[in-house]
């Protein structure tokens, strides 16, 4: 990790956890890579979100970065390329805090002059997105027959796997451009038509294989997937059909445009697979086995593969024994974690993303699969991540609390359709197993009532 950007000069970097990975699991540089390039300033995120003049390219700066391989959101590039209009907010430390402060300058007075302008060139993107993406809604079935076409392909033989590998991951990548307009559609209310290739989500037929415990079919027509689908280093249902067997499957979404994302996440899916089959048959050739993980696809033909790995092996095997803050803040060679509030009533605040019901539960902290099994009937979640897989226990929750997330993430678009209170950005380290507390989703309070 960088202590300074220099898109940012002397600034503090302020890091947030990314909610699509446990907090336990570290993150192999194979992972690593797929985030990166979605992320990238050219990759299908930005690029979107600059041709429709709702944020601008960031130069010289990164989205996302990893901390003891775990992955971060650097929200200073949120608040200087993504949110554009008015006078721009800059991060500081003030006594020991951080905070943010409108400092005046030049390029300020000239957003402000230039909001009306910006407000007709935002109206204008939505408009400009409601065209692409329907027509992208148009070529969707195409592309998702050409998804199984390739994996298909691959499944029966791979010629060249450090070819294939790249290959792979690039359409992985470009495949994330549907899922980045769906989302943008449901984020903006965007009308989609209706086309055969979304009126059945994916994500709903392997739900209900998993409901009727037909394994075999899983493995046949979803083999290719998983409950991690986008780290290439943990194995598929083909390989492990043991996880649904013991979890099911996380509930789909009804929302149009969010089944359109499930979909091209599935696309997204399969060309991941075939990049985990072209990394199993060189680790077979290389006899590097299961170790081929810790090297990029660009990292695969170059020299002193052995000698790179086996210092990863030692960097992840100390990474795996910490377990970094949902925030963190790099200033002036220090980091800085929040201080926390002390309140005699025990009231927490979050944002609410979901239902705006009271409800009452035992706190469970819920963190990897492994803690699934302790779940009760009528409990509430606390996790460090909003993951989606926190959905296969939404049938028995009464409501959900995480430290990271948003309103788009899948676990708080189910928790909305099936109306379970959920509430984000809540600092629950001090909540205690067990403990019973309340969840208000109209005044997005959290409080320990025992």
């Known amino acids: 990790m960088k202590k300074k950007n220099s898109a940012f000069g002397d600034a503090p970097l302020v890091l947030e956890r990314n909610e699509n990975a446990d907090p336990g699991e570290v993150m192999l540089p194979c992972a690593q890579e797929f985030y990166e390039k979605v992320f990238s300033p050219k990759g299908p995120f930005w690029s979107l979100y600059s041709d429709l003049s709702f944020a601008a390219s960031p130069v010289n700066a990164q989205y996302i970065c990893f901390v003891s391989a775990r992955m971060y959101y650097l929200k200073n590039t949120e608040q200087r390329f993504l949110y554009t209009a008015g006078p721009m907010e800059e991060y500081i430390i003030k006594d020991g805090r951080l905070t943010t402060e409108k400092r005046p300058s030049l390029g300020n ?11 007709a060139r935002q109206q204008a993107g939505i408009i400009e997105l409601g065209f692409l993406a329907n027509e992208a809604v148009k070529e969707f079935a195409e592309y998702a027959k050409e998804a199984k076409e390739y994996h298909m392909s691959a499944s029966e033989e791979i010629e060249d796997p450090y070819r294939t590998a790249k290959e792979s991951l690039s359409k992985a990548v470009e495949a994330m451009r549907y899922a980045n307009l769906a989302t943008l559609c449901g984020n903006l209310k965007v009308r989609l038509r209706h086309a055969e290739a979304l009126e059945r989500c994916e994500a709903s037929i392997l739900k209900e294989l998993s409901d009727l415990k037909d394994y075999p079919a899983i493995q046949n027509d979803y083999g290719f997937y998983s409950l991690t689908p986008y780290d290439v280093s943990k194995p598929r249902f083909r390989e492990d059909i043991k996880t649904p067997k013991k979890y099911g499957f996380p509930q789909a979404p009804m929302e149009y445009s969010m089944r359109w994302r499930e979909n091209a996440k599935y696309a997204c899916a ?3 697979d075939v990049e985990r089959m072209a990394y199993q048959r060189i680790g077979k050739e290389t006899r590097l086995g299961e170790k081929i993980y810790y090297l990029k696809t660009e990292e695969l033909t170059g020299n002193a593969k052995e000698q790179t790995i086996e210092q990863r092996v030692k960097e992840y095997r100390e990474y795996a024994k910490t377990q970094p803050p949902a925030r963190i803040v790099v200033h002036g060679g220090r980091i800085y974690t929040e201080k926390k509030e002390q309140h005699e ?12 019901r009271t409800v009452r539960g035992t706190a469970f902290h819920v963190d990897s699969l492994d803690d699934y099994e302790r779940f009760k009937e009528g409990g509430i979640i606390l996790s460090k991540n909003l993951s989606p897989n926190l959905t296969l226990l939404y049938s028995k929750a009464a409501a959900v609390v995480s430290e990271t997330g948003s309103s788009m993430a899948h676990a708080a678009i189910i928790a909305r359709e099936m109306k379970v209170p959920c509430l984000v950005e809540a600092d629950i380290s001090e909540i205690k197993e067990g403990s019973r507390i309340e969840v208000n989703g109209l005044s997005r309070e959290i409080k320990v009532l025992d």
């Open 109 to 119: 007075l000239l957003l402000m002059l230039a909001m009306p302008m910006d407000a």
């Open 345 to 356: 009533t025990k009231v927490i605040k979050g944002k609410s993303v979901s239902s705006q």
């Open 270 to 272: 399969r060309y991941l």
